[in-house]
C-alpha cells in the first residue's frame, strides 16, 4: 500500500499559542468520535510552545478524510492569522521506520 506523508510546520505568534493548541484539540476529538479510516495525524508543539509540527499520513491519496472534519476546517481557516511563521508543508517518502507507522 502507498500512504501519503506530508509535514507541516509553523510558528505562532506567543500570544496565540494556547488558542493554536485548542484548536489542535479539537481536531483530535473529532478524530476520536468518528475514526476515519486510512488516516493517521500528529501534532507536536516544541519547548517553546510556539513551533508545531504536525504529520499527516494517508493511505488514499484522492481523499485525505482530516480535510472533511470540521474542527480541522476551523483549524486551518484560523491558523494563518496565529501564525508568526507561515505553515510549509512537506510531502515525503519513506525511507525507512520501525514501528512509525504499523497499526
Known amino acids: 500500500m502507498t500512504r501519503q506523508v506530508a509535514m507541516v510546520r509553523y510558528k505562532v505568534h506567543a500570544d ?32 517553546d ?14 481523499n485525505n478524510p482530516l480535510n472533511k472534519l470540521d474542527a480541522f476546517q476551523a483549524f486551518t481557516a484560523g491558523v494563518r492569522s496565529r501564525c508568526e511563521e507561515m505553515p510549509a508543508r512537506v510531502e515525503m517518502t519513506e525511507v525507512g521506520s520501525f514501528r512509525l507507522l504499523d497499526a
Open 16 to 47: 496565540r499559542a494556547a488558542e493554536n493548541e485548542t484548536a489542535i484539540r479539537r481536531v483530535f476529538e473529532q478524530l476520536a468520535r468518528e475514526q476515519p479510516s486510512g488516516q493517521r495525524y500528529g501534532a507536536f508543539k516544541g519547548s
Open 49 to 62: 510552545s510556539q513551533n508545531f509540527v504536525h504529520f499527516v499520513v494517508t493511505d488514499r491519496h484522492d
